[in-house]
């Protein structure tokens, strides 16, 4: 199973003030579109693929003696 998502960030915001404008596939286009008339200048969507497993281990530091 994927998960679409179209996540926006509204003009002047730092990168990782990305909000969720939607989850809707059949949405995406008009969702767009509504955001960047409504203040939004960086658009990305993303496509998850919920069936594989997340690793987290990469995003820990782990420190070598």
Partial sequence: MKETI???T??????YCEQLITNNPEHIAKAKKWALANGYDRI???IID???PI???KT???KTN
């Fill in 6 to 8: 179209l996540w926006a």
């Fill in 10 to 15: 509204k003009i002047g915001d730092p990168d």
């Fill in 44 to 46: 990305r969507i993303a």
């Fill in 50 to 52: 919920l069936s594989t």
């Fill in 55 to 57: 690793d987290f281990s």
């Fill in 60 to 62: 820990i530091n782990q």
